[in-house]
Structures are given as C-alpha cells and as structure tokens.
C-alpha cells in the first residue's frame, strides 16, 4: 500500500515552527496546590530526603495533602497505544493484548482508593510477536524479555515507599517478563493480574490461523478478496491476548497455577465486566496481603513451580513456557527445572484441555469451562498437586479448590458456556478417561539424537494425526532442505514450482537461535505448513523456537544451535533426516542416516557429522542489532536455552574474571 504524502505547497514552513499568538502567554508561576504535607518531627529527623520530596511529588500530581500518608502500592502495566474515552484509538498500541490493560489498572485504582490506599502506575510496554513474525523486529522479542523484567525491577526499587506491587500484563513477553519482576520481589506482597484474551469472530478464522493467508494464497488456495476478508476481521473484540493457547494464553494459566493471581483470573474475556472485577479484587487481595505480611517468597516456592509445570503440561500449553518457567523459577532465586524435569511431568499428567491450537475451542470457552481451577480439580483427584502450596488468595491451593467445587460462580459460568455456544464444558476441559477417549495426547517431547545431542522439543500433542502411526509414533524420513535464513525458507514454501518445498520434505532451519537471530520464533512458516493443504507432510527442524499457536511436526529449541557447533549446522542438501516421535512414550529422535543415496545407521550419522566441516554460509544474520547479541551472550553464560535465557549474575561476572 503506497502513502502519499500530502502537498508541501500547502503545508508551509510557517505553519510547521509558527504557534498561535495566543499561545505565546505563558504563565512563569503558580500558587501550587493548597493544604500540608502530612508530616511530624520524627520523618524530617529521620526519613531519608527522598521520602519526604516524594510527599512534594504526590501533592504537586494533585492528590488530596490529607491522603498521602496513606500506604502506597505500586500497580506496573504493559500499556500501548492512547485509546480516547469513547474507547476509539487516538494512537494504536501494537497488539490488542496491551490496548485495554489501563481499564483494568483504572479499577484496580478504584479499588486501591477504596481501601484507603494510595495507588502509583507505571509502565513498560510490549511488543507483538505475531506483529514482528519473518521481521527483523522478531529477532528483539525473547531479548525483550528479559529488557522489560530489568525496567520492571527498576521500576519496583525505584518506589522505596510502595507496600506491594500490583503487575498486570497479558502477552508473550511482557507477561513472562512481569512474573520475573513479581517473583524477585521476594520480601514484597505482590499479586499479577492477567490481561485476558480477545474473543472469537461470529464468522470467521482466529488469530493464529489468519496469519498463514499470505502462504494459502501464494498456494492458490484463498483468493485475494477471501484474504482481505479474513484478515481484517480475525480479532472479535478490541481487546486481550489472541484467542488460542499460545504463549500468551498459556502464560496466563502459569501465573494462576504458580498462585500468584486470584483463582480463576487467566483467560477472562477483555473488556467485559467480569474481567475489571477481577482487577478490583486482585487489588483488594494485595491490601490484604500485605496487612498479614505474605509476600512473593512464599507464593512462588519450588511446589508453586512444580504446580506449574503440571498444569502446563494439562493445558497442553506453548513450549515457550519451557524457557519462561526456568527465567521465573531463577528470579525467585530457586532451583530452575531442567529437561529431565519437564520429561518426568509430562509422562505423568494427561492433556485435559482441547482449545485452539490443539483443539477446536477458542480460550473464552475454557474460561467459562471453569479455566485452571477447573483443570486442577482433576489434577487433584489424580494426586498430581501439591496442595499447601500458597496462593494470593491467602489461602492454599487445596483451600482454593474446595471453593472452586461448590462455588456459584463455576455452576453460572459452565452453564452459560452451554447456553451461548451450545458447547458442553466437560468437552472442552475433560477428565483424564473423557481425555484419553478423545485422543489427546500428552503436551511434549524432548527428542534427542546425532542432530540435537542437548536435546530438542516437539508439542507432539499437535501433530496432525493422521500422520501418526497406529501405535502413537510419527515416523519419517525425507530429505533435508537447508536454509540459513527464515526469508528463504518461507518463500521457498510459497513457491508452488520445482524449487519449492513439497510433501516429504524435512525443512532444516538454522543460524535462528541466540547466537545467530535472538532465537526468533518462525511462526510464519508454521503456521504456512499447519494450513496449506500439503504442510502436514513437511517436518521442520531449527535452533530457533516456535509460537505458542505452532502446530505440526516442528522440532525447535535444537542445541547446540548451529552457531554453537552444533551438528545440525552441517547438515546439506539432500541429507536424509529421520524423525521419530512416540506420543505415548513421550520418546523422539532426530537423526542423520544417509547421505548421497546410502542409508546407514544413527551411531554411523554422529561420525559422519563428526568428519564433516561446519557449512560454509553458517552465519549471524546480518541484521541482528548489537544489544541482541550482548543478550544472547549473556545468557549463554547464565546457562543458555535449557536454562531460561535468563541473565545469571554470579555465572556472568565469572565468566567475565576468567
């Protein structure tokens, strides 16, 4: 779409440095607000000077004198964009997730107010993961994240005199990134606050599914007027994180299962009345907390993250998770969980939940199913919870259940689910035996290999089954098509001639890890292959990641990354590749066994990788910005992929001495 701009002629060099004469009354003093500090003897003879020139600030901001000795809370939101009071976009933020969220710090304000208290706001915004797909804007999102957690954390320190801390945020970064900030907050009350999901089009596709029009129409399979259709109606409400289980949905459902929102909070639908009450009570919870003195060390415990890990694996929520429950387990300061833990989980507790992208079912109907409470009622039948575990109620998980059981507002919720989209709640959130009737599978798999000697991950609950074995196992073996940049690789995908990929094929993307793209997400190509007609016949392998709404046979997180030295950086063309990935066992591998037409053995392909030189175009991209690559090697000092991408301080200046 080509801009024009306007006509210079008319726009003038006067009318762009000239303001209005009556503009240029400017007023040099003013009387400043009427009444006195609320101060005694003891805080000028004791407090340090910042406390009492912050009084100054809050009066000078224009809160009432007489109600600033109240006690302070701090609320630290995502916000983008400037919408009008109408609701109307006078600037546009750059997700729906981050567009609503001041609604919701309004009312938590309100509440704060309420209680005799003295709310402060603060902001670090968020990018849009789907907005920067195949952009170099993609290669800034992980190291994002760990950005906005250092500002949150600064932000936090930076208002000695709050009592608690309020963090309300809803998708793929800056949610992962505010439990860090909430969870090193160790000897403060906090509480976080989901920002909910958007809702579904009456007539049309989801967020995920839309974003593979380009692909389908390159295919012939939408039409130029179907895609401009789609694309423009995909987002049902103005507000809220996308509309499938993806990584913003899924970190939602962590934050809950960790404790540190109110039971039922993840997967509200934005905008709605149900949704600001949820703010309103979040604040009134955080009073309470920090009146009986409980703070975020005893809501995120080493139970609080086991309790995590479970219900991520029920939902069968985003891999991404695997990276961001580590960086929040770190910031706590306890033991971050490791593949061996993530493995161990997921052989033991079933997928219970059949939403997008997995299942048919937008995020608001596992929210009116009963959404993590529900889910942990059959987590606790099957003995997989450890209930002491506290939560921000105030209560323990096994108290919060109880209530869940009988409470009105589960009996309201599932029945309205019913009655609105003639869905029955227990087909959405099912009980283990519904489940396995169902055919849902298990969340992921971790294959291992002579490509992946570190380990690798498939969400193999989402391959399409009917490319599954009748025993559980995808099996296959094709040749390899190699890229080294994510432009080639999906354009190579839209091109429907003899040079693009086809059924068969094992697309190997490499240089897209830390080292040589941030590790982006590829979603893009994904997304391609989940919705063109052949794209179940193609399997990917890379050291990037994927989108939480990924789908298919994709393998990511591949270590050592190729940049790495890892084998997967010397894989050619025509390489043929087997992958094999039990959805039962919850075993996989990914394997060289042939080159040039001979077939040999795994033990074979690791000395034949072994005897090969590195490809010759292995490379960073040359676009990847400078503190991008600061970021990468900071945490692969701080313990790389496997160990959250976090920034480990001790390990980095060690590191730094040698």
Same mark, same amino acid.
């Given at each position: 779409?080509?801009?024009? $701009?306007?006509?210079?002629?008319?726009?003038?060099?006067?009318?762009?440095?000239?303001?209005?004469?009556?503009?240029?009354?400017?007023?040099?003093?003013?009387?400043?607000?009427?009444?006195?500090?609320?101060?005694?003897?003891?805080?000028?003879?004791?407090?340090?000077?910042?406390?009492?020139?912050?009084?100054?600030?809050?009066?000078?901001?224009?809160?009432?004198?007489?109600?600033?000795?109240?006690?302070?809370?701090?609320?630290?939101?995502?916000?983008?964009?400037?919408?009008?009071?109408?609701?109307?976009?006078?600037?546009?933020?750059?997700?729906?997730?981050?567009?609503?969220?001041?609604?919701?710090?309004?009312?938590?304000?309100?509440?704060?107010?309420?209680?005799?208290?003295?709310?402060?706001?603060?902001?670090?915004?968020?990018?849009?993961?789907?907005?920067?797909?195949?952009?170099?804007?993609?290669?800034?999102?992980?190291?994002?994240? =760990?950005?906005?957690?250092?500002?949150?954390?600064?932000?936090?320190?930076?208002?000695?005199?709050?009592?608690?801390?309020?963090?309300?945020?809803?998708?793929?970064?800056?949610?992962?990134?505010?439990?860090?900030?909430?969870?090193?907050?160790?000897? /403060?009350?906090?509480?976080?606050?989901?920002?909910?999901?958007?809702?579904?089009? @009456?007539?049309?596709?989801?967020?995920?599914?839309?974003?593979?029009?380009?692909?389908?129409?390159?295919?012939?399979?939408?039409?130029?007027?179907?895609?401009?259709?789609?694309?423009?109606?995909?987002?049902?409400?103005?507000?809220?994180?996308?509309?499938?289980?993806?990584?913003?949905?899924?970190?939602?459902?962590?934050?809950?299962?960790?404790?540190?929102?109110?039971?039922?909070?993840?997967?509200?639908?934005?905008?709605?009345?149900?949704?600001?009450?949820?703010?309103?009570?979040?604040?009134?919870?955080?009073?309470?907390?920090?009146?009986?003195?409980?703070?975020?060390?005893?809501? &995120?415990?080493?139970?609080?993250?086991?309790?995590?890990?479970? *219900?991520?694996?029920?939902?069968?929520?985003?891999? =991404?998770? %695997?990276?961001?429950?580590?960086?929040?387990?770190?910031?706590?300061?306890?033991?971050?969980?490791?593949?061996?833990?993530?493995?161990?989980?997921?052989?033991?507790?079933?997928?219970?939940?059949?939403?997008?992208?997995?299942? $048919?079912?937008?995020?608001?109907?596992?929210?009116?199913?009963?959404?993590?409470?529900?889910?942990?009622?059959?987590?606790?039948? /099957?003995?997989? %919870?450890?209930?002491?575990?506290? @939560?921000?109620?105030?209560?323990?998980?096994?108290?919060?259940?109880?209530?869940?059981?009988?409470?009105?507002?589960?009996?309201?919720?599932?029945?309205?689910?019913?009655?609105?989209?003639?869905?029955?709640?227990?087909?959405?959130?099912?009980?283990?035996?519904?489940?396995?009737?169902?055919?849902?599978?298990?969340?992921?798999?971790?294959?291992?290999?002579?490509?992946?000697?570190?380990?690798? &991950?498939?969400?193999?609950?989402?391959?399409?089954?009917?490319?599954?074995?009748?025993?559980? &196992?995808?099996?296959?073996?094709?040749?390899?098509?190699?890229?080294?940049?994510?432009?080639?690789?999906?354009?190579?995908?839209? =091109?429907?001639?003899?040079?693009?990929?086809?059924?068969?094929?094992?697309?190997?993307?490499?240089?897209?890890?830390?080292?040589?793209?941030?590790?982006?997400?590829?979603?893009?190509?994904?997304?391609?292959?989940?919705?063109?007609?052949?794209?179940?016949?193609?399997?990917?392998?890379?050291?990037?990641?994927?989108?939480?709404?990924?789908?298919?046979?994709?393998?990511?997180?591949?270590?050592?990354?190729?940049?790495?030295?890892?084998?997967?950086?010397?894989?050619?063309?025509?390489?043929?590749?087997?992958?094999?990935?039990?959805? =039962?066992?919850?075993?996989?591998?990914?394997? %060289?066994?042939?080159?040039?037409?001979?077939?040999?053995?795994?033990?074979?392909?690791?000395?034949?990788?072994?005897?090969?030189?590195?490809?010759?175009?292995?490379?960073?991209?040359?676009?990847?910005?400078?503190?991008?690559? %600061?970021?990468?090697?900071?945490?692969?000092?701080?313990?790389?992929?496997?160990?959250?991408? *976090?920034?480990?301080?001790?390990?980095?200046?060690?590191?730094?001495?040698?």
């Amino acid at each position: 779409m080509r801009w024009y $701009p306007p006509d210079m002629k008319s726009t003038g060099f006067e009318t762009i440095v000239e303001s209005a004469r009556s503009l240029l009354e400017v007023q040099t003093a003013a009387a400043g607000p009427s009444g006195s500090l609320p101060l005694t003897a003891e805080m000028l003879l004791e407090r340090p000077s910042g406390d009492i020139f912050g009084l100054t600030q809050n009066a000078g901001m224009g809160w009432d004198p007489r109600e600033l000795g109240r006690p302070q809370f701090l609320m630290l939101g995502t916000n983008g964009g400037i919408r009008g009071a109408d609701g109307r976009p006078i600037a546009l933020g750059y997700h729906t997730g981050h567009w609503e969220i001041g609604l919701l710090m309004q009312a938590a304000a309100e509440e704060f107010r309420a209680q005799e208290c003295l709310p402060f706001a603060a902001f670090c915004s968020d990018p849009c993961d789907g907005r920067t797909q195949g952009t170099v804007g993609m290669m800034d999102s992980l190291a994002y994240r =760990n950005d906005a957690a250092l500002v949150l954390r600064r932000l936090v320190r930076s208002l000695p005199t709050r009592k608690g801390v309020l963090g309300v945020a809803t998708c793929d970064k800056g949610l992962p990134a505010m439990m860090m900030t909430l969870a090193a907050m160790r000897a /403060l009350p906090v509480v976080l606050v989901p920002g909910g999901v958007t809702l579904p089009p @009456t007539d049309g596709e989801d967020a995920g599914k839309v974003q593979s029009i380009g692909a389908r129409f390159a295919h012939g399979e939408l039409t130029l007027e179907q895609a401009a259709d789609l694309g423009c109606r995909a987002c049902g409400s103005p507000g809220g994180g996308c509309q499938f289980l993806g990584t913003a949905a899924t970190s939602q459902v962590i934050g809950e299962a960790l404790g540190l929102s109110l039971p039922h909070s993840a997967l509200a639908p934005s905008g709605q009345p149900i949704w600001t009450d949820m703010a309103r009570r979040s604040a009134r919870a955080l009073v309470s907390l920090a009146a009986r003195g409980v703070t975020a060390s005893s809501i &995120v415990t080493d139970a609080a993250i086991r309790n995590a890990m479970v *219900v991520h694996a029920a939902f069968g929520g985003s891999t =991404n998770l %695997l990276l961001h429950t580590p960086a929040i387990a770190h910031a706590a300061g306890l033991r971050r969980p490791h593949i061996e833990d993530w493995i161990a989980v997921n052989r033991r507790v079933p997928r219970l939940v059949d939403t997008l992208p997995n299942g $048919p079912h937008p995020t608001v109907r596992a929210f009116l199913a009963g959404g993590v409470p529900e889910v942990m009622l059959h987590l606790r039948r /099957l003995g997989l %919870l450890e209930l002491s575990a506290l @939560t921000v109620s105030g209560e323990t998980l096994g108290r919060v259940l109880d209530w869940w059981e009988t409470s009105e507002r589960r009996r309201v919720l599932r029945e309205r689910l019913q009655r609105a989209d003639g869905v029955a709640p227990d087909d959405v959130i099912m009980d283990p035996d519904h489940a396995r009737s169902r055919g849902l599978t298990s969340t992921v798999t971790f294959p291992r290999g002579n490509l992946a000697p570190e380990g690798s &991950v498939i969400k193999s609950t989402a391959i399409d089954p009917t490319v599954v074995d009748a025993d559980g &196992v995808y099996r296959k073996t094709g040749p390899a098509r190699v890229f080294v940049r994510e432009k080639d690789a999906i354009a190579a995908i839209k =091109n429907p001639g003899a040079g693009g990929i086809k059924a068969g094929d094992v697309l190997v993307l490499i240089c897209r890890g830390p080292m040589g793209a941030g590790m982006e997400e590829i979603y893009q190509i994904t997304a391609a292959l989940k919705h063109l007609s052949f794209g179940k016949h193609v399997a990917v392998i890379t050291d990037a990641r994927f989108s939480g709404v990924s789908t298919g046979a994709c393998i990511g997180h591949v270590g050592p990354e190729a940049l790495a030295g890892g084998p997967i950086g010397k894989v050619k063309d025509g390489d043929a590749i087997r992958i094999v990935v039990d959805r =039962n066992r919850l075993e996989g591998s990914i394997d %060289l066994v042939g080159e040039g037409g001979r077939a040999f053995p795994p033990d074979e392909g690791a000395r034949v990788l072994a005897s090969r030189p590195p490809r010759p175009d292995l490379s960073a991209d040359p676009e990847i910005a400078d503190d991008t690559r %600061l970021w990468a090697a900071l945490q692969q000092a701080g313990g790389g992929t496997w160990g959250g991408c *976090v920034y480990d301080v001790d390990a980095i200046i060690a590191a730094l001495r040698r």
